[in-house]
Every structure is written in C-alpha cells, then in structure tokens.
C-alpha cells in the first residue's frame, strides 16, 4: 500500500464548476498535509496546507481533512482553464525527519 | 521572500560525464534542503535530505556515491550526478526549509532537466 495515493484521473471539470480531488494516506499518526499544483515542466507550488480535522478555505480553494477516515480532498470553486495542472497531495510522516511524501498526483483539466 | 534558485535549468550531457546541480535559498537561510527526482507523468521522489555541515541522508535505493550531495552553507547545497547515464535523465527539483520561520513549508526551486545522451 502507498503511503500518499490519488486517482491520477486525468480528471476534466468545465469552466465554473467545482472540481474535487481527492488523497487517501496510510500512516494514521500523520499531521500535516499538504496541496502543490504542478504545471508541466515547472515545480511545484504550494496552495494549501493543514493540520486539523475539518475545513480550510482560501479564496477559491478549500481543504478538507478527516483524520479519522485517513483522507484529505481539496475542492476548488468557479474553476478557470488556468487551474489546469496536476495537483499533488504531500503528507509529512511522522517519523523521520519530517519529509514530504507526495502522492502520485491528479491531473485536471478544466474545459473551457 | 522565500526564493530558491537553481543552477543550470537544464542540461544536454554525454553518458559517463559528472553533472553539478547547484540549488540556493536566496533571500533565507535554509538548515535542510531536499532533493527530489521526478519522471515523466510520476510524483516527485525524494532522494535525499540535507542539512547544512552534516552528510546526506539518503532514501533507500539511492546510491550515495553517484548521487553526491554537498550542503557547504545555510544558503547553498549542490547535487553532483556522476558518471551520468541516460536512464538519469530526469527532472531534478531541490527545495529548502526555512531556518528559522515556516517549519512546515518546503520552498521549491524551479527544476533542473538533466538529458543524458
């Protein structure tokens, strides 16, 4: 079993819709999470991070945690052909020296 | 605040060459700086963690000796690939952790692309 795992879709969602992505992980002691979006050839960015159980909102993007159920979604709102990109979830592990373990990444396209 | 550089963003080598990548925390002092390989249509796979004057730790089945890390100041480490082959083609992105604010947050360089001929 994959520590990080995502549907690597490629997921498409038209213009103004809500898309919805979604990152399972295994290690029940982890603490934070995390959200970068990737454009092709370029590093990632981080949109969002967190810690607790429930919602996070920022702007356009909301984060969803349950730690109960292991699973961590971020829904992104009124969806632009420039959000187009992979989106990769990232957990730091517990132990260890607090790396990032990314999960395999979702690509979304939003069609205009 | 918060920008990673690093040198070159890309690079055309002959197989058997050694290839020096070059990742700076320019407008901070980072203590750990982490390597990542990534593949085509893959994640980003962490190679190794870096702290400043102390050795690599590396991620299990990377090789130390062909993968050479150097973190020689708070604001500079280098990854030198040697004896490249092509199946080292890859894109290789380093990131840095803030020293003293944003524990949690790791702050990527743009990327190197290593093609080996």
């Known amino acids: 079993q994959k520590e990080v795992e995502q549907n690597s879709g490629p997921l498409s969602v038209p213009e103004g819709a809500i898309a919805s992505l979604n990152c399972t992980y295994s290690?029940?002691?982890?603490?934070?999470f995390f959200w970068y979006r990737q454009y092709s050839g370029k590093s990632p960015e981080l949109i969002m991070f967190?810690?607790?159980?429930g919602d996070k909102e920022d702007g356009r993007f909301t984060a969803q945690l349950n730690k109960a159920s292991q699973y961590v979604s971020l829904l992104i709102r009124d969806s632009q052909p420039s959000d187009s990109a992979t989106y990769l979830c990232?957990?730091?592990?517990?132990?260890?020296?607090?790396?990032?373990?990314f999960g395999q990444g979702t690509r979304l396209t939003i069609n205009p | 605040g918060a920008v990673v550089s690093q040198h070159p963003s890309r690079v055309i080598c002959k197989s058997g060459t050694s290839v020096k990548i070059e990742c700076r925390s320019l407008?901070?002092?980072?203590?750990?700086m982490f390597w990542y390989r990534q593949f085509p249509k893959q994640s980003l796979m962490l190679m190794a963690t870096?702290?400043?004057?102390?050795?690599?730790?590396?991620e299990q089945g990377v090789e130390k000796d062909k993968f050479l890390i150097n973190h020689a100041s708070l604001t500079l480490s280098t990854l030198t690939v040697t004896s490249a082959h092509p199946e080292d083609s890859s894109f290789y992105i380093c990131?840095?952790?803030?020293?003293?604010?944003?524990?949690?947050?790791?702050?990527f360089g743009p990327g190197t692309r290593l093609t080996v001929l």
């Open positions: 407008d901070f002092q980072a203590t750990t």
């Open positions: 290690d029940r002691g982890s603490q934070s």
């Open positions: 870096s702290n400043e004057g102390s050795k690599a730790t590396y």
């Open positions: 967190i810690y607790s159980n």
């Open positions: 990131s840095a952790r803030h020293r003293e604010e944003y524990w949690y947050e790791q702050f």
């Open positions: 990232a957990v730091i592990a517990v132990r260890g020296a607090q790396k990032l373990v």
